[in-house]
């Protein structure tokens, strides 16, 4: 849901984040980053960008 939000507001693109979920899915379970980590780790977004996304959504309830 964080990275849908992201790419809503504008700051990822759809490539960034399925690049990010790619390398999620091949990551070890047991290490398995979060999707904020790797979009931050790849430069596409900052630690701020990601907080503001996580507020939104806490606020934001979204029907799965």
């Known amino acids: 849901m964080i990275g849908q ?4 507001k504008g700051v990822i693109t759809l490539a960034q984040l399925n690049e990010a979920r790619r390398r999620q899915i091949l990551s070890a379970p047991e290490e398995r980053p979060l999707l904020g980590e790797i979009l931050c780790q790849l430069g596409h977004v900052t630690s701020e960008q990601i907080e503001e996304a996580l507020k939104f959504q806490k606020n934001e309830p979204r029907a799965l």
């Open 5 to 8: 939000i992201l790419m809503e």
